[in-house]
């Protein structure tokens, strides 16, 4: 489109110049801006102010948003001119004249006389503040961001899983609330809905919340005793078991303070409970051990009743009174015992060997444990013929049965072996008997028995009772024998890991502990005392020392009752 | 100082010369300073407090407005002179300079003229 | 000293209080572990936390502050120079008090909102002390309102001087001067994009209609140009006279509109970082409140 623009300026001698202009433009724009292909300055005139186009035989006027041209005095914000219409924008008057030819529009332009300076400068946007940037735009809708994001909406998944529905995918849930992972176990039981465990808003998790599900945890102490001291009450579950930290660490805090707060103090604070004060574990903070030992609680009256009881002492002055005579000094001198099989010494897993636990021993009884050496033969002439272990009455019976069959039937021996006589033995029982041959075998039986029970024999392990009654069968008692299996039943310590320990293993290391090998008899108690454990352990961070704290031995939640039962008495 | 009818014009012990509040606007200062320093204005009206300006853009926010519009009464009451008595009543000085975060705004006396004309060359 | 800057303002005192608050904080933090795990919910945790929740809190007041002309509470300048060296006292405390343990959680928002309003607070004080320098440089002391009026002042002479001259070349230098771009919109004032345009009536040009064209006229060399090849063209002395000393004008034009176009970048760089620091610290205010509250929902 051609464009004539004719503008009307004051000559400097009183009169008015035209200055014509050519110009062509697909659209004529008009404003302040300066890339407007005709440009007006003033006040009311806006960067973009409005346009034309011609049409055939007029032109269309169109303002932009928030402008008006006066057209013909009228305010319009669009219409169509045509030659000798009068344009008015801001203070400019343009009058559409008719296009002389190759134009399609003409234009006289009286500019405004007033435009000041400072319409001028307001053309120009100079500071950051006149553009769309706002700072308080900005911070309203970031805050409102922040706070739909992190509280509102979060807080609306949170009702929606309380009411039993499900959490809208891909929103915020209240997981934004989350202090930081938890433990696997317990991410798949509650981790997707934080109300499993966090019960109620602005409380702390609840104990009975933890017990929802772990159903069978002890308490370290009765409510009954705890309330016999000065302590307070319990420690909630939350104290040692801090979640929302893994995988950094795990749920139980190990820390001695937390056991020391009130077993450093049971001397001022346990009340009318007597513990022993712990403050660590050394020689000055811990107590010596003290060994869990099973013993007679009586002695026994004629109906043979024997009740056995639990009692504490300490290592060093601990006796057993297991009723078993026994010596590891002589079992374990190669000069005095060795193995059948290869003619060696005993080794301590000839007999003791490590449970599935790795904490204890298979326990200790005749068939497994002694039996491979020790026959229960009675008659030299008779060594397939043995005792059974079992009651006293039984045995007594068979030796009894035995010699009573060899003396009326002598040409069947009660014996598979048989064995020539050498006419240099002595047999003291056919040279004294001259009765009837019943009664000489009993009395070879009964000598024999009280053999067994008063010289060699089951009395060389058992301790027996001689009651003096005429009646044999009710004259030896043998003491019922109980093998302590757990010196220890409030702590765990593994077997499994110290059979390696600085450089030994085998009998090796098992004798750095268990000092056996000067005992003789089976009331020594050979549990190490805390000393010996110092030799490689502290509760303080050394170079030469394996660390310990509390619950590396003990165990604040009670071992369970099934373990009590099995641990407490081997047969 | 002596054209001011009620004496409300006053030089300070410190040398700022300064208009206090008995001004009646007759506006002799004005045509007689030589440094061109007084103006005569009116009474500025009441705007929204910086809690609104801050929050809600509310006004024309603080510190003055260059083209205000005066209410009648205030318009009634007259124009008064005013200009910089580098804040003497404030206690701490001038308050431009209290106000300038970047220490860029000093007063100094004129003993520390060489010292500023020392640290310019260098 | 007549001027100190805002990092040693009196002897930087503020430095060394961040740095006791640094040094207390440390200590405070080396006394967790054991029977808690190190983080924002030991005894340790909580009193770092309020730490560092009144110290953003503080260091927000310096808007109002700033804006207080009437208080006597210390000098805006001390305030700034406190802020600058507690903000970034503030990331180490933070630091210290979450004991590092993050997550896709708000308590993780709240700290990386922080972060990025210290980091937006760094490089404000990087533009705080070396702009004023090329702003003062670049505009010889002379304030925006005194360019401008330099600016006016050559705009009328260059009026007058365009009304003397033939039309074409009149047009064409008046429109240089009305079609003239300064500033503009955010990245128009940052990078000092020059749109200046002029209309230009070339006979010999591709119109043959004689049509005027709106071209670029980029720090105004395009008119100058078109004034300076006509001068050969000048059929009288004295309109090459009247060209000469339009070009001169046209020439101290594009220098003061130089000196301008620098003055609003640098301005505007200088204004850039808060666009970003203050609406973060109105977000972190929120994320904070949020943090807090939510800690003690889940307690």
Redesign the interface.
Known sequence: M?VLLRQL?AS?DGGTEY??????AELVSLGSA??C?I?L?GEGVEARHATLRARRHEIAIACERRATVTLNGRRVTSGTAKPGDLLEIGGHRLRVLEPPS?FELALEWEPDPQVA?SA??RA??????????S?RR??????A???AT??LIPYGSLLRQRSGAHAVPLLPS????????LTPAHQLAAGQH?GSC?QQ????VRDATCRECHRGIGDHVQPARLAQTQLGPSQRCA?CH?EH?AP??GLV?R?N??CVDCHGHSDARFGALKVRPVAGFSLTTHPAFTVSLIKPANIPDDSGELRWTVHREPVGTAREQSNLKFSHGQHLDPERVTRASDRGALGCSDCHTLDADGEHFVPITMQRSCSACHELTFDRLAPDRQLPHGKPRDAILLIQDYFVHNAVAPSEPASGFHRRRMPEEEQPEAATCTGPALGCALKRAQAEVENQFTGRGCVSCHEVRDQHTSDLLERFHVQPVRLTRDYFPKVHFSHRLHAVQKGKSGDAACLSCHAVKASKSSTGVFIPDLPKCLECHSDRLAVDRVTLQCSSCHSYHPITTYDRLREAVAR | MKDCPPNAIRRSANGEVFIDDTCIGCGNCQVNCPYGVIRMTYEAPGKPG?WSW?LFGAGPG??EERNYEPTAAQKAKGKKATKCDACGS???GP?C????????A?R?GPD?FL??AD?RRR | M?????LR?RRARYAWWALCLVAMSVAIYATQ?????P???TWQGYVLGTLGALLIVWLALL??R???????LG???G??SAHVWLGLALVLIATLHCAG?F?????T?AYG?MCLVIASGIVGLYV?LSM?RQLAANSGGLS?AAL?AEL?GL?RQGRELA?ACD?VV??AVR?SI?????????LR?LLAID???F?R?DPQQA?P??????VGNTDQRAVIDYVARRVPQAAKRAEAANLQALIVLLSRRQAVLRR?RRD?QL??WL??W??VH??????L???LI?HI???????
């Open positions: 051609d300026r400097p200055q014509d202009t050519e110009l062509s300066a890339d292909t440009q300055l190759g300076p001028y400068e120009f946007r100079t500071e950051l503040s006149m553009t769309w940037l700072r900005a911070a309203w809708l970031l805050a961001l922040v706070l992190a509280l209240d997981q934004m609330w989350s202090a930081g992972p934080c966090h808003l602005f409380v702390h104290e801090q930290h950094v660490t805090v820390d303070a937390l | 910086l801050l603080v510190g404030l206690g701490t308050a300079v209290q106000a300038c975060p970047t220490g860029a000093v100094i520390q010292d500023l640290q | 007549i001027h100190e800057d805002i303002f572990g054991g029977r808690q795990r983080g924002g919910g808007g109002i700033k804006r207080s002309y009437r208080s006597t000098s805006v300048q305030w700034t343990l997550g896709w959680n708000v308590h928002l909102l705080y004023p925006r401008f006016f705009d009304r039309p009149g047009n429109s009305e079609r003239t771009s300064l500033g503009g919109g955010v004032q749109r200046s345009l209309m009536t119109q209609s004689g049509a005027a064209l709106v301008i609003i301005q505007a204004q850039l808060l666009y203050v609406p973060l610290t109105f977000a205010i929120v994320a949020v509250l939510t800690t003690f929902m889940y307690w």
